[in-house]
C-alpha cells in the first residue's frame, strides 16, 4: 500500500476506529494519492522555474541549490519538523505524508513541541531554499521569470497554510493553522501526543 490504510486509526490513536472519528474530515490522518499529486502540483513550479533561472545564468549553480533542497527536504527537515509528527509513529520506514513522502526515518519519533532551534533551521531552511534563486533572476534581468517565481511561491505558501497546514496533525510545525477545538478532539484520542 503507498498510503496508510485510511480506515485503521494512526498508531498514536486510542480508537479501534476512524468511522465515528469527531475530527475526521477537519484534520488530515491520512493522505492518498490525491493529496500528494494536490501537493505536487503546487510546490514544483516554483523549483522549475527558480532552476530555469538559475541555469540561465549558470548552469552549474544549480549543483549547491539541488544538493541543499534534497539535504533539506530529505533528511534536516525530517529531523527538525517530521521527527514531532504522529505520522512519524507509524511502524513504516519511511513517511507516508503527502509533503515528505518516502524520506527515510533516520531519528526516532519525539513527540511534543520543536524547541527553538528546530524552529530557526526550519525556516532558515526554507529561506534558503526559495531565497537562493532569487540574485539569479534579479542579478539576470530576468523579470518576467522573477514575478512569476514570486507569483507562483506565494501561491504555493498561501494554498500550502490556508488548505493543508490548517488540516495538519503536526501540531509542533510553526506553520500548523488547526483549530484548536480540532486541536482539543484529537489530544483526547492521542492522549500520548496531548502529554508530551
Known amino acids: 500500500m503507498m498510503f496508510l490504510d485510511p480506515e485503521k486509526p494512526i498508531e498514536t490513536c486510542e480508537s479501534d476506529s476512524c468511522d465515528d472519528c469527531a475530527i475526521k474530515g477537519n484534520l488530515h490522518c491520512h493522505f492518498s494519492l490525491k493529496d500528494w499529486v494536490h501537493f505536487l502540483f503546487i510546490a514544483l513550479p516554483p523549483f522549475l522555474i527558480g532552476g530555469a533561472g538559475i541555469y540561465h545564468m549558470n548552469g552549474w549553480m544549480l549543483i549547491p541549490w539541488i544538493t541543499f533542497v534534497i539535504s533539506y527536504f530529505g533528511f534536516i527537515e525530517i529531523r527538525v519538523m517530521c521527527s514531532h509528527c504522529p505520522h512519524y509513529a507509524e511502524s513504516t520506514r519511511s513517511l507516508k505524508c503527502w509533503a515528505n513522502y518516502g524520506s527515510p526515518k533516520l531519528w526516532k519519533y519525539r513527540p511534543g513541541p520543536m524547541t527553538i532551534i528546530e524552529k530557526a533551521v526550519f525556516m532558515g531552511g526554507f529561506a534558503i531554499v526559495w531565497g537562493y534563486p532569487l540574485p539569479f533572476l534579479i542579478i539576470g534581468k530576468q523579470l518576467f521569470m522573477f514575478v512569476v517565481y514570486s507569483m ?10 490556508n488548505f493543508m497546514c490548517s488540516q ?13 477545538k480540532v486541536r482539543d478532539q484529537f489530544f483526547i484520542e492521542n492522549p500520548a501526543v496531548a502529554e508530551a
Not at 152 to 161: A, D, E, Q, S
Not at 168 to 180: I, K, R, T
Request: hydrophobic content about 45%; aromatic content about 14%; charged content about 10%.
Open 152 to 161: 507562483t511561491t506565494t501561491g504555493f505558501f498561501l494554498t500550502l497554510i
Open 168 to 180: 495538519c496533525m503536526n501540531f509542533a510545525c510553526p506553520l500548523n493553522g488547526v483549530d484548536e
